[in-house]
């Protein structure tokens, strides 16, 4: 670990990216700013990968404006589970996973919603206290995913999912973001989860980082997260590649699940992802992606 905290020529000699060269050389040098709603819309990502036949969460339905709020819980009544979301979160804010309902009660892995409050967390999604620039934003009602068994012990609560860097249509890095109990069951690194390297040819499960420590077990299940095989490998990199198909993002995050009865899933696709990939492999972007020249 302690090589992640050195100078910046020794970090550039590992290799590593930093901020204003994924800005600059990246982001600004291969995403062409009009295609960015192709990510940010997550109801157009879903739309547009269907369209090539990528496999996604189902959408049950979307919510426009504040007035279609008095038809939602009609529009829920049948739902075992669902997961509510904004369409244009970021970060897995505003993200309210409902693992079942009775009674008009919601049952969440932290606590249980009375109606009323399902409804105001919906209200304020529509307002945009979630959404990229705090734009008025539509509500999405999707599937929610159950993971594969493998998953059992290897997570805390929550679905795991798989980061994919894509660079011009050939992913180049991935780790698998496990979540933990201090990240409430939510696969974000930031808010605790874990991030497992994988190795890119085989799709096996190297060391990964939590905080800014080293683990090889997980916190809480204390399961070993080295060495596991993920499953269907070759078809998670496959929807991974074809994501730059429809996004015509030259650096992109996709982010893909695995559903015990579907298989992958293409969750979301980030036209702007984070480096925290790097500590997850133990390795610098720039080592993948190679000089600027070979970029253009």
């Known amino acids: ?63 426009n404006f504040t007035g279609d709020l008095n038809r939602l819980a009609y529009r829920t009544r049948n739902l075992k589970s669902f997961v509510i979301k904004p369409a244009s979160g970021a970060g897995g804010e505003g993200v309210l996973v409902i693992n079942k309902q009775e009674n008009r009660e919601y049952h969440t892995n932290k606590r249980i919603l009375p109606y009323a409050d399902l409804r ?20 999405m009602i999707e599937e929610k995913v159950e993971f594969d068994p493998l998953f ?39 808010q605790g989860a874990i991030g497992v390297g994988i190795e890119m040819e085989q799709g096996l499960t190297m060391a990964g980082v939590h905080g800014k420590e080293i683990v090889e077990v997980h916190p809480d299940t204390k399961v070993p997260i080295k060495g596991v095989q993920l499953p269907q490998w070759k078809e998670v990199l496959e929807i991974a590649s074809r994501c730059y198909q429809f996004s015509e993002l030259g650096y992109l995050g996709v982010d893909i699940v695995y559903d015990r009865n579907k298989g992958p899933l293409l969750l979301e696709i980030n036209a702007r992802p984070g480096l925290a990939i790097q500590l997850a492999n133990r390795t610098g972007l720039m080592r993948r992606v190679g000089s600027l020249a070979a970029l253009k």
């Open 120 to 139: 105001y967390h919906c209200a304020a999604i529509l307002h945009g206290l979630h959404s990229l620039g705090g734009r008025p934003d539509k509500v």
């Open 1 to 63: 670990m302690a090589a992640w905290f050195c100078s910046p020529r020794r970090l550039k000699e590992l290799g590593v990216l930093g901020l204003n060269s994924r800005n600059l050389r990246l982001i600004a040098g291969l995403n062409n700013r009009d295609f960015y709603p192709r990510a940010d819309n997550k109801l157009l990502t879903k739309e547009l990968a269907q369209s090539v036949g990528i496999a996604v969460p189902d959408l049950y339905a979307q919510i």
């Open 152 to 190: 059992d012990q290897l997570s805390y609560q929550g679905v795991p999912d798989i980061r994919v860097i894509v660079l011009k249509g050939k992913p180049i890095m991935a780790m698998l973001r496990l979540p933990t109990r201090a990240s409430g069951g939510r696969a974000n690194l930031h």
